[in-house]
T-cell receptor
Framework: AQKVTQAQTEISVVEKEDVTLDCVYE???????LFWYKQPPSGELVFLIR??????QNEISGRYSWNFQKSTSSFNFTITASQVVDSAVYFC???????????FGQGTELSVKP | DGGITQSPKYLFRKEGQNVTLSCEQN?????MYWYRQDPGQGLRLIYY???????QKGDIAEGYSVSREKKESFPLTVTSAQKNPTAFYLC??????????????FGQGTRLTVV
């Protein structure tokens, strides 16, 4: 069955610290897509990254980086030198095939204090 | 501009009434989804549709109904059978090109309150 687990419910860091948000997934499909989204207090979901199952390259975008490891079914997200504006709830998500069921983890609430 | 529109932003419903939440997209996406989010909780899948005139139940479909008569539209009806409907509802769509999914685009959400 399809499942996404974000074991960290809440994380609190001080500005400029690095922080890693964990995501572990389960799927039987060989073709799947992984996503990270940010949800600020306003409620809208902001897309951060998409990864397909055939592309295990890690990605860096400014202070954000993602580590995709099929061997451990993990897709972790690291924020380097965190800032107060990074405070939000972050969701990891998984979809199977094309336009298939899209499910989300429980989310990790990140609080970055000045 | 292409996007996904949910309306209304805020909705109040009396107990025992059905209410319909609108979701429209002009992205030409085949797949559309409805989620429910409760305070401090993740997104739980209510229903999804991969193609017009077809839809599947998600994890919490009881008390909800949907239709997909047009590619652009995927309305959600919260029926009186839903015992605790107060929540934030999000609609999303995904397009596909060959074997590649795009990211899911989300609407701004509808906050439903039962009074």
């Amino acid at each position: 069955a399809q499942k996404v687990t974000q074991a960290q419910t809440e994380i609190s860091v001080v500005e400029k610290e690095d922080v890693t948000l964990d995501c572990v997934y389960e799927t039987r499909d060989t073709t799947y897509y992984l996503f990270w989204y940010k949800q600020p207090p306003s409620g809208e979901l902001v897309f951060l990254i998409r990864r397909n199952s055939f592309d295990e390259q890690n990605e860096i975008s400014g202070r954000y980086s993602w580590n995709f490891q099929k061997s451990t079914s993990s897709f972790n997200f690291t924020i380097t030198a965190s800032q107060v504006v990074d405070s939000a709830v972050y969701f990891c998500a998984l979809s199977e095939g094309q336009g298939g069921k899209l499910i989300f983890g429980q989310g990790t609430e990140l609080s970055v204090k000045p | 501009d292409g996007g996904i529109t949910q309306s209304p932003k805020y909705l109040f419903r009396k107990e025992g009434q059905n209410v319909t939440l609108s979701c429209e997209q002009n992205l030409n996406h085949d797949a559309m989804y409805w989620y429910r989010q409760d305070p401090g909780q993740g997104l739980r899948l209510i229903y999804y549709s991969q193609i017009v005139n077809d839809f599947q139940k998600g994890d919490i479909a009881e008390g909800y109904s949907v239709s997909r008569e047009k590619k652009e539209s995927f309305p959600l009806t919260v029926t009186s059978a839903q015992k605790n409907p107060t929540a934030f509802y999000l609609c999303a769509s995904i397009g596909g090109y060959g074997l590649v999914n795009t990211e899911a685009f989300f609407g701004q959400g509808t906050r439903l309150t039962v009074v």
